[in-house]
Structure formats: C-alpha cells, structure tokens
C-alpha cells in the first residue's frame, strides 16, 4: 500500500485551541447533523487517535504521506505481521487508483498478495452485518487543498461500505483520520446514508479551517 506524493505539515501552533477538532481531542464529542437535502439524520464522531506517524515508526514504516490507506486492527498491532488486510482494502486501493489519487496503502507484509476472490467473497465480513473496512487517513493539507479529491475518497469508502452491507438499507458506518495537526490525530466516526459523502467532506474541512 504504498505509491504517494509527500504534503508538507500545515504550520502548527504550541498548543492546540480549545473547543476545535484537535483541542477536543481528548474527549470523545458526538453530534447529529440533519442534512438539508434530505432531512437524514448523520451521526459524527470525534475522538483521539494514536499517532500515525509514531506507529508507523514502530512498525519500521515510512507514513509520511497524504492519503493513507490503514488497517482496522492499526491502532493494537503490535508488528507489521499482526497487521489485518481488510476485505474492501483492494477494492478501495484500485478505485483511488483509477481515479488518479496518489495513495500509499499499508499491507502487513512488504508485498502486497491478492488472492482471487468473487465479488460476493470480496466483500464478505468475518461478523454479519459488518463491513471490514480501512481506515483513511489524510493529512489537513490534502483535505484543504485538495478538497474534490477528499469528498471522492469519502464517497468511495461509504461505497464499500454499502457494497459490504449487501441489500442492506443505505447507510454506512465508516472511520476517518485526520492529522498530524499539532502532533495530533483524531478519528472522525459517521454513521449514515451513503450519499452524504460531499457534506461530511465539507463538515471536516470547516472544522480543519477552524484551526488555521
């Protein structure tokens, strides 16, 4: 999972401001948003994240880049060995492929093995009713600058994770992570329908424009 263009770190301040992204970090904040196209009601999510680029340290990676592609176990790995490749980590790496966005995808061994699998089997989770899925991780410099790029990388993930829910209901359970900010990183967690993925890309540029 690796193949990125580098993006220089947004200019940080000593301390993170209170009541923004970063600054409430350290505690979990949940709100509801009804969207006006629809009137949907998206739940979203705030809560720290381990540092990515310490773990990758610790794992004797280089993820220094823009847009990361992560497994879900990242955070309690303990090698590179135990790192889990999630159902929908191909399906979602050739898409940003195709689309042309520079991504680096973390694999737990130094080559990448696909093995052949259907389309049903592609998307098959290990626990009913839930979607093995990544983790995205994006710098706030590619989510700022590069905004029509992150609002498809969103909407390609809430794809997969309607792919995974079958004939299931619309709706999607996804995790993002935003940072370094401060040295800083938060997971943004969404529940809702799929086709929310351009005004949750918006909410997380407002709140990434709050910092500066």
Excluded at 30 to 56: K, M, N, Q
Excluded at 150 to 158: G, P
Aim: net charge negative; hydrophobic share 40%; glycine share 6%.
């Amino acid at each position: 999972m690796l193949c990125a263009h580098k993006f220089g770190q947004l200019q940080e301040r000593s301390t993170p401001l209170a009541g923004t992204i970063f600054g409430s970090a350290g505690l979990d904040v949940h709100c509801s948003v009804h969207l006006p196209e629809s009137g949907a009601l998206v739940s979203i999510a705030i809560s720290a994240f381990t540092s990515v680029a310490e773990r990758g340290e610790l794992l004797g990676i280089d993820l220094s880049t823009a847009l990361l592609i992560l497994p879900s176990n990242f955070e309690s790995a303990n090698s590179r060995s135990e790192l889990a490749q999630d159902s929908s980590t191909s399906w979602l790496s050739d898409e940003l492929t195709e689309a042309r966005i520079p991504h680096t995808v973390l694999v737990p061994d130094r080559e990448a093995r696909r093995r052949p699998v259907n389309q049903a089997d592609h998307f098959r989770s290990r626990m009913a009713g839930t979607a093995e899925l990544p983790l995205i991780c994006a710098t706030p410099r590619f989510v700022l600058q590069t905004f029509d790029m992150f609002s498809l990388v969103v909407e390609r993930l809430f794809k997969a994770a309607q792919m995974a829910r079958g004939n299931a209901a619309d709706a999607a359970h996804a995790d993002l992570v935003i940072g370094p900010c401060n040295g800083r990183y938060v997971r943004v967690s969404y529940q809702g329908p799929t086709t929310a993925a351009e005004p949750v890309a918006a909410t997380i540029r407002k709140l990434l424009q709050e910092q500066e």
